[in-house]
């Protein structure tokens, strides 16, 4: 009897295939979770120097910003008093902040859909393969990567009274009006000046989206007999529905935290016509030495574009799912 289950304790002993396969899995499962651990280190590694970075550049002003907007803050005396909701309430009735805004938002919305619908037609126009067009793209990029200093400074140049638009339209017997003097055309000019810009990005965002698209959908529209419209209709418009997305939502940020094109090219002016919000936060903060109604209007104006952007960007979506 004892010589019978010997081999049986042994086998046990020595870990037979009954014992072997769970400790070989109990094996792999560690490692797996070793391996695990070691990458989710790594990545935290790695990503920790993006976040400080973010955190001390992005993070940290916008807490200061917000503190600061609830209190009365005097850098020159370096005074600071707790005031609680009293700038935002001033704000409120504040008819020049609110023609700010009105400037800025009339500027976004301008600039959220001329740039799309131009672009668009400029790509569309280019997109053909060739040398000539490939150059053509690229003095249309051009002006995106201009400084907005200089790119207000040059409009500012061009369309003065005597500037070169002025003299042009002079040559062929037409009185050019004040395009800077004039406060409804000042704010066009500079609506203009920044759609110029936006106009390039757009235009580099669509060919690239119209070069991911098939050319065998094309080339089957066009066996079914289908026309340049309908093939732009029922091909091209819905395929490059996430370039739409992306272009309108960096023009609408763009144009809602315009400064250097307004400042360059009016300085605000006529008046105050053409001063956006981020102007209206450069004066107030620096000139006026109220850093506490600065930082209000800091913190409403990324209440706004953060608002405005997640409303464009959900409407969007919905246009991609449904095309």
Same mark, same amino acid.
């Given at each position: 009897?004892?010589?019978?289950?010997?081999?049986?304790?042994?086998?046990? @002993?020595?870990?037979?295939?009954?014992?072997?396969?769970?400790?070989?899995?109990?094996?792999?499962?560690?490692?797996?979770?070793?391996?695990?651990?070691?990458?989710? $280190?790594?990545?935290?590694?790695?990503?920790?120097?993006?976040?400080?970075?973010?955190?001390?550049?992005?993070?940290?002003?916008?807490?200061?910003?917000?503190?600061?907007?609830?209190?009365?803050?005097?850098?020159?005396? *370096?005074?600071?008093?707790?005031? +609680?909701?009293?700038?935002?309430?001033?704000?409120?009735?504040?008819? *020049?902040? @609110?023609?700010?805004?009105?400037?800025?938002?009339?500027?976004?919305?301008?600039?959220?859909?001329?740039?799309?619908?131009?672009?668009?037609?400029?790509?569309?126009?280019?997109?053909?393969?060739?040398?000539?067009?490939?150059?053509?793209?690229?003095?249309?990029?051009?002006?995106?990567?201009?400084?907005?200093?200089?790119?207000?400074?040059?409009?500012?140049?061009?369309?003065?009274?005597?500037?070169?638009?002025?003299?042009?339209?002079?040559?062929?017997?037409?009185? +050019?009006?004040?395009?800077?003097? *004039?406060?409804?055309?000042?704010?066009?000019?500079?609506?203009?000046?920044?759609?110029?810009?936006?106009?390039?990005?757009?235009?580099?965002?669509?060919?690239?989206?119209?070069?991911?698209?098939?050319?065998?959908?094309?080339?089957?529209?066009?066996? *079914?007999?289908?026309?340049?419209?309908? @093939?732009?209709?029922?091909?091209?418009?819905?395929?490059?529905?996430?370039?739409?997305?992306?272009?309108?939502?960096?023009?609408?940020?763009?144009?809602?935290?315009?400064?250097?094109?307004?400042?360059?090219?009016?300085?605000?002016?006529? +008046?105050?016509?053409?001063?956006?919000?981020?102007?209206?936060?450069?004066?107030?903060?620096?000139?006026?030495?109220?850093?506490?109604?600065?930082?209000?209007?800091?913190?409403?104006?990324?209440?706004?574009?953060?608002?405005?952007?997640?409303?464009?960007? $959900?409407?969007?979506?919905?246009?991609?799912?449904?095309?």
């Amino acid at each position: 009897m004892r010589a019978a289950g010997l081999p049986d304790r042994i086998g046990l @002993r020595r870990g037979g295939p009954s014992a072997a396969a769970p400790a070989a899995e109990g094996r792999k499962r560690r490692r797996w979770r070793a391996g695990l651990r070691s990458r989710r $280190s790594g990545v935290l590694i790695m990503g920790l120097p993006a976040t400080a970075l973010f955190a001390a550049l992005v993070v940290v002003p916008i807490g200061i910003t917000a503190f600061y907007s609830f209190n009365d803050v005097n850098f020159l005396r *370096d005074e600071i008093s707790w005031v +609680g909701l009293s700038n935002y309430t001033r704000l409120w009735g504040n008819d *020049d902040f @609110r023609h700010s805004v009105w400037i800025t938002a009339a500027i976004a919305a301008a600039a959220a859909v001329v740039p799309n619908g131009l672009g668009l037609m400029f790509a569309v126009l280019l997109d053909a393969k060739s040398r000539l067009n490939t150059a053509l793209r690229v003095a249309l990029f051009a002006p995106f990567v201009l400084s907005p200093v200089v790119v207000g400074l040059t409009f500012g140049s061009i369309l003065t009274d005597s500037g070169l638009v002025n003299a042009t339209l002079s040559s062929i017997g037409i009185d +050019g009006p004040s395009w800077i003097g *004039d406060p409804n055309l000042a704010v066009v000019s500079v609506a203009a000046t920044l759609i110029w810009q936006l106009v390039a990005f757009a235009t580099v965002i669509y060919v690239a989206a119209l070069r991911a698209i098939p050319t065998d959908l094309y080339e089957a529209a066009a066996i *079914d007999g289908a026309s340049e419209g309908l @093939r732009f209709r029922l091909i091209t418009w819905p395929l490059v529905a996430p370039a739409v997305t992306i272009t309108t939502l960096v023009s609408l940020i763009s144009a809602l935290k315009l400064y250097d094109h307004a400042v360059a090219l009016t300085g605000g002016g006529p +008046g105050r016509a053409t001063e956006t919000v981020g102007l209206a936060i450069i004066r107030t903060g620096f000139s006026q030495n109220r850093a506490g109604i600065a930082s209000a209007m800091a913190v409403l104006l990324l209440v706004l574009t953060a608002a405005a952007t997640a409303v464009s960007l $959900s409407l969007l979506r919905r246009r991609e799912v449904a095309l």
